[in-house]
T-cell receptor
């Protein structure tokens, strides 16, 4: 049973607008959440993370929001750029244990 | 040099073949991982090594055999695979086991025919 779910396999956004990628999880013991970005023919690269003691973490154009009561995580990219087109994976972990990944959302930013 | 390097990038093998995937990291990390990504499925953790010792084996069939001769190198030996084993195999490393930010290689796209 998948503990981390990304229900939207794809998302298209106009350049300059906001991209919102969503992620839901089932395990209330998760205490750390991450977003990875993957370009074709490359491995995933770490993008941004958030601890369960926070509800928001911002890094430049990227902001991650955490709603623990809803077990929901989202990644906002503002403004979106064509170079942001990639597959975005949500991941979560408990303590020193290993990461559980979602299936990914393919973002296409249209110039 | 990239941080985590995997070879080969693509591999086609028959079900009776024996092949090996190689992963090398130049980051000085102590933990290394093998993940499998099948189509439309999340990345699945296969094996975890910490300081060359296997610390986790997530119910992976014995036709997959990992080897970690030192903290910079990780192999995945393959034999008598099935077509359903066709997937992208990703290697990752992190400074210590369980560290949040794993660094991934580019992956090996494996096709079993």
């Amino acid at each position: 049973d998948q503990q981390v779910k990304q229900n939207s396999p794809s998302l298209s956004v106009q350049e300059g607008r906001i991209s919102i990628l969503n992620c839901d999880y089932t395990n209330s013991m998760f205490d750390y959440f991450l977003w990875y970005k993957k370009y074709p023919a490359e491995g995933p690269t770490f993008l941004i993370s958030i601890s369960s003691i926070k509800d928001k973490n911002e890094d430049g154009r990227f902001t991650v929001f955490l709603n623990k009561s809803a077990k929901h995580l989202s990644l906002h990219i503002v403004p979106s750029q064509p170079g942001d087109s990639a597959v975005y994976f949500c991941a979560a972990k408990t303590g020193a244990n290993n990461l559980f990944f979602g299936t990914g959302t393919r973002l296409t930013v249209i110039p | 040099e990239t941080g985590v390097t995997q070879t080969p990038r693509h591999l086609v093998m028959g079900m009776t073949n024996k092949k090996s995937l190689k992963c090398e990291q130049h980051l000085g990390h102590n933990a290394m991982y093998w993940y499998k990504q099948s189509a439309k499925k999340p990345l699945e953790l296969m094996f975890v090594y910490s300081l060359e010792e296997r610390v986790e084996n997530n119910s992976v069939p014995s036709r997959f055999s990992p080897e970690c001769p030192n903290s910079s190198h990780l192999f995945l030996h393959l034999h008598t695979l099935q077509p359903e084993d066709s997937a992208l195999y990703l290697c990752a490393s992190s400074p210590v086991i369980g560290n949040t930010e794993a660094f991934f290689g580019q992956g090996t796209r494996l096709t079993v025919v």
